[in-house]
């Protein structure tokens, strides 16, 4: 475990405190469950940590903020930071930095997080998967969207017209809050179907998109597995829930793929976000 999946790794443990105290379900999702299974801990390569919440426990948890006071951890969601353009939440610790490289021009909260995902009811009847790929890329595009406005950018004689162009269009979305209208519009969609009500369900804002719609069976029990140092829940199913999202998920992937996929344009596991921003004049 490197200093990074450290400091990701107590981020977990506190968000697994508050669970607790308030009885909340949680479980960890995608490759942290397959590090979990795989590694009994992280992906040696991986970068972050991902949980899932039933929406209803996952609507609990963001508004519990105080819990959190004396702490740097802040609850992000598009609520909390203005500018943050998710329709899924993090939990950041404000006292470092991680500026991610999607993110550099956007006045967030840049400190190291783990993701938080609501797990959201696909449908309440069996379907091939591939009939969510309307619905699923429709959100993604809306996502896609969203990174419209880090096209701020400094003007330089030599790109001069397209600088201008670009700073318009960020200007815009700022303006009019566009990004938000498009969470809004996200948000409606992805709670149509009642997590309890369905018979497919997982969660939309996945990575492996096309694969994340599974019986709903499968986010309705959970077990407890080693992670590094503690336990955590997972799918007591994680076999099916593993097999949907990677096939043969035992077998590693080729040397070149076994990297991390966040890349950032400042790091700081002793330094918070805000100071760093200024220090560095980003």
Not at 51 to 67: A, C, H, N, T
Not at 144 to 169: E, G, Q, W
Not at 172 to 194: C, G, M, Q, S, T
Not at 237 to 250: E, S
């Amino acid at each position: 475990m490197n200093a990074l999946q450290e400091k990701q790794l107590n981020i977990l443990k506190y968000f697994i405190k508050v669970c607790e105290k308030h009885n909340l379900q949680y479980f960890l999702v995608g490759g942290s469950t397959l590090g979990a299974i795989r590694h009994k801990g992280f992906i040696p390569w991986d970068d972050d940590i991902d949980v899932g919440m039933p929406r209803k426990d996952y609507d609990k948890f963001v508004e519990l903020q105080s819990e959190f006071e004396g702490t740097p951890y802040f609850i992000q969601t598009f609520k909390t930071d203005p500018c943050y353009i998710y329709n899924y939440g993090k939990l950041r610790d404000s006292s470092t930095t991680f500026i991610e490289n999607t993110f550099k021009q956007h006045r967030i909260n840049h400190g190291v997080w783990i993701d938080i995902f609501p797990i959201d009811g696909f449908s309440k009847e069996i379907k091939p998967r591939e009939t969510f790929k309307k619905k699923i890329n429709h959100i993604w595009w809306q996502v896609y969207l969203s990174y419209l406005p880090a096209l701020r950018r400094k003007v330089h004689a030599r790109t001069f017209f397209k600088d201008i162009a670009l700073n318009i269009v960020a200007g815009l979305f700022y303006v009019f809050d566009i990004a938000h209208w498009r969470n809004k519009h996200v948000e409606k969609l992805v709670r149509k179907i009642p997590l309890e009500e369905s018979v497919m369900a997982g969660n939309f804002f996945g990575f492996n998109m096309k694969r994340e719609a599974m019986d709903s069976n499968i986010f309705r029990e959970f077990i407890k597995v080693p992670f590094e140092d503690i336990e955590a829940y997972v799918p007591k199913d994680y076999d099916t829930y593993l097999r949907n999202l990677y096939g043969d998920y035992m077998k590693f992937p080729p040397a070149d793929k076994q990297v991390g996929h966040h890349y950032n344009s400042g790091l700081s596991l002793e330094q918070g976000y805000e100071d760093y921003l200024k220090e560095h004049k980003i």
